[in-house]
T-cell receptor, first 110, second 114 residues
Framework: EDQVTQSPEALRLQEGESSSLNCSYTVSGLRGLFWYRQDPGKGPEFLFTLYSAGEEKEKERLKATLTKKESFLHITAPKPEDSATYLCAVRMNRDDKIIFGKGTRLHILP | DTGVSQDPRHKITKRGQNVTFRCDPISEHNRLYWYRQTLGQGPEFLTYFQNEAQLEKSRLLSDRFSAERPKGSFSTLEIQRTEQGDSAMYLC????????????FGPGTRLTVL
């Protein structure tokens, strides 16, 4: 069964404390992996697309990486405004649906 | 450049009533998707359109749910005879047909069924 698993479910960090969020997937034929940020009561905001193992993308304090079975979202020296839920999603070759993980709730303490 | 818009943002209804939500996609996007999200979960696929054609519906979508995109622009999602279990955030997304087809989401409609 196609599945996307994110860990940890929740993470509390002090401002400036770097860490990584994990997204592991078991799908047949990965077409692309996406990271989104979601603030409470709002729709997901697109961050990155990763296509193939070894690829990396960066945006401000965020860097996303991809291997054959998992992706990491590294957050460097986070600020309180980085607090949000980070969602990982995968698209398979066979159709246009994307399957989401449950997300990691990130809370950055000032 | 306007993003995806949804209306209303919030809807409170009584069990058994019908509700309809509207989604306006990014203007040049051919694909339009509906998702449902409950607390602590990721968005769950419901259905999607290419232009006016509905290409796929989730097996989770009961007969009480219907979606349309009559002119290939905006879309509506109707829920008939609402149940308390329908309470959720309903999200709309759109994408182009080019490349990897990243999906861009609207702000969502929060439905509460009393």
């Amino acid at each position: 069964e196609d599945q996307v698993t994110q860990s940890p479910e929740a993470l509390r960090l002090q401002e400036g404390e770097s860490s990584s969020l994990n997204c592991s997937y078991t799908v047949s034929g990965l077409r692309g992996l996406f990271w989104y940020r979601q603030d409470p009561g709002k729709g997901p905001e697109f961050l990155f697309t990763l296509y193939s193992a070894g690829e990396e993308k960066e945006k401000e304090r965020l860097k996303a990486t991809l291997t054959k079975k998992e992706s990491f979202l590294h957050i460097t020296a986070p600020k309180p405004e980085d607090s949000a839920t980070y969602l990982c999603a995968v698209r398979m070759n066979r159709d246009d649906k994307i399957i989401f993980g449950k997300g990691t709730r990130l809370h950055i303490l000032p | 450049d306007t993003g995806v818009s949804q209306d209303p943002r919030h809807k409170i209804t009584k069990r058994g009533q019908n509700v309809t939500f509207r989604c306006d996609p990014i203007s040049e996007h051919n694909r339009l998707y509906w998702y449902r999200q409950t607390l602590g979960q990721g968005p769950e696929f419901l259905t999607y359109f290419q232009n006016e054609a509905q290409l796929e519906k989730s097996r989770l979508l009961s007969d009480r749910f219907s979606a349309e995109r009559p002119k290939g622009s905006f879309s509506t999602l109707e829920i008939q005879r609402t149940e308390q279990g329908d309470s959720a955030m309903y999200l709309c997304a759109s994408s182009s047909l080019l490349g990897i087809r990243e999906q861009f989401f609207g702000p969502g409609t929060r439905l509460t069924v009393l």
